[in-house]
């Protein structure tokens, strides 16, 4: 055998090979059994206000890096020119949602992450929120967030910062409510 037809046959049973482990997974993320990530392994707000995003994924010319930080940052309210992403080291709380392991390929990260990385900026929000409304004894439905700010009913303000290590220590919440599309901006 040539080395030609090695590769039209290697290739070809490669394909199929590929073909065979797309179809056997589950179509996105929604359809995998539902899992509560901790806000704090994605998450970190830093005193001088820049938000720590890390990627579960390597950046390898596909706009994971931005991508994945944008969709979490948009569910959180965040201020993005003080959003800074970073890649995550290897770890079981980094695995793919989907697939089960710490890995990217064949243009599922957005696809397999999007749902997971929009709960962690919606579960951090909540978080914040909680913190304020407690420190301002306020039900927190009467809050608003914008720009890495939590907004109080009476003009009370605080800053994503200031309330980060309040946040951190209130419990992860299992369901929260994510935006609908149309507010995202």
Request: hydrophobic share 45%.
């Amino acid at each position: 055998m040539n080395r030609r037809t090695f590769f039209r046959i290697s290739a070809a049973a490669t394909g199929g090979f590929l073909i065979a482990m797309y179809f056997d997974l589950p179509m996105s993320a929604q359809e995998a059994a539902p899992k509560i990530y901790p806000p704090d392994a994605f998450v970190h707000i830093k005193p001088n206000g820049e938000i720590v995003i890390m990627v579960n994924r390597v950046e390898v010319g596909q706009g994971t890096s931005t991508a994945l930080p944008m969709i979490l940052a948009e569910e959180l309210d965040a201020d993005w020119s003080k959003v800074i992403a970073e890649i995550a080291p290897a770890a079981d709380v980094y695995k793919d949602p989907v697939v089960g392991m710490q890995m990217l390929g064949g243009s599922i990260s957005i696809a397999n992450s999007y749902q997971q990385y929009r709960e962690l900026g919606a579960r951090t929000r909540a978080m914040l929120i909680a913190a304020a409304a407690e420190r301002w004894h306020v039900a927190p439905k009467q809050f608003r967030t914008a720009n890495s700010i939590v907004y109080g009913p009476a003009n009370q303000k605080a800053s994503y910062p200031e309330l980060a290590e309040d946040a951190a220590r209130r419990p992860i919440l299992e369901k929260v409510q994510l935006k609908d599309p149309t507010e995202f901006r």
